[in-house]
């Protein structure tokens, strides 16, 4: 199956530090999101970008679907950012099936004050 | 637009015991997703549902576990005997279509097995 590479595991910032966390995966995809999970466990969206690149306030990502990752930029960072940042794919398999998101390990961010 | 819902929020049970949890997923959409999430990994699916089919249940341990979702609305998963290697967050997800549509998770039930 389709593998999902996060990097790098760890990260921890001062605030105000910018960061860039990347994901990879092993095969074409038709849906890539970016989650953060908040220290209560709730996964938060912040992207579903299959391609290209977006913006939201602080945080844009970028995903180069021909090559295979995908950047989550983190600007001014702040502590309320901390917490684990997931990437997540899904592909249409054959015979019709798929259409999952299959998760990376995820990248546990901590910013200091 | 309300997200996805679901309960219970915690659950705390001895192994052997049988436990549930619900989910309502956001109005609307036909792909309603059971993960479930250990301490320090990504969430692993363990059933999906287009409407009130299954997709996929390839990764559900149907000796113990069991899900169904009536009406194509909202949706229970069961786990009949539990094992101390069940203690994980369960996180139930919707999308509008199966395909290339982006999932919306709940809260999470965080489960402990003692």
């Known amino acids: 199956g389709i593998q999902v590479e996060q990097s790098p595991p760890d990260l921890i910032l001062q605030e105000g530090a910018n960061s860039t966390l990347r994901c990879n995966f092993s095969d074409s995809v038709n849906n890539l999101q970016w989650f953060h999970q908040n220290p209560w466990g709730q996964l938060i969206n912040l992207f579903y970008i299959p391609s290209g690149t977006k913006q939201n306030g602080r945080l844009s990502a970028t995903t180069v679907a021909t090559e295979r990752y995908s950047l989550l930029y983190i600007s001014s960072s702040q502590t309320t950012d901390s917490g684990v940042y997931f990437c997540a794919v899904d592909r249409i398999m054959i015979y019709n099936q798929g259409g999952k998101l299959i998760f990376g390990q995820g990248t546990e961010l901590s910013v200091k004050p | 637009e309300a997200g996805v819902a679901q309960s219970p929020r915690y659950k705390i049970i001895e192994k052997r015991q049988s436990v549930a949890f619900w989910c309502n997923p956001i109005?609307?959409?036909?792909?309603l997703y059971w993960y479930q999430q250990i301490l320090g990994q990504g969430p692993k699916l363990l059933i999906q549902f287009q409407n009130n089919g299954v997709v996929d249940d390839s990764q559900l341990p149907k000796d113990r576990f069991s899900a169904e979702r009536l009406k194509g609305v909202d949706s229970t998963l069961k786990i009949q005997p539990a094992k101390l290697e069940d203690s994980a967050v369960y996180l139930c997800?919707?999308?509008?279509?199966?395909?290339?549509?982006?999932?919306?998770f709940g809260q999470g039930t965080r489960l402990t097995v003692v």
């Open positions: 997800a919707s999308s509008f279509a199966r395909v290339a549509s982006e999932a919306f």
């Open positions: 109005s609307g959409h036909a792909t």
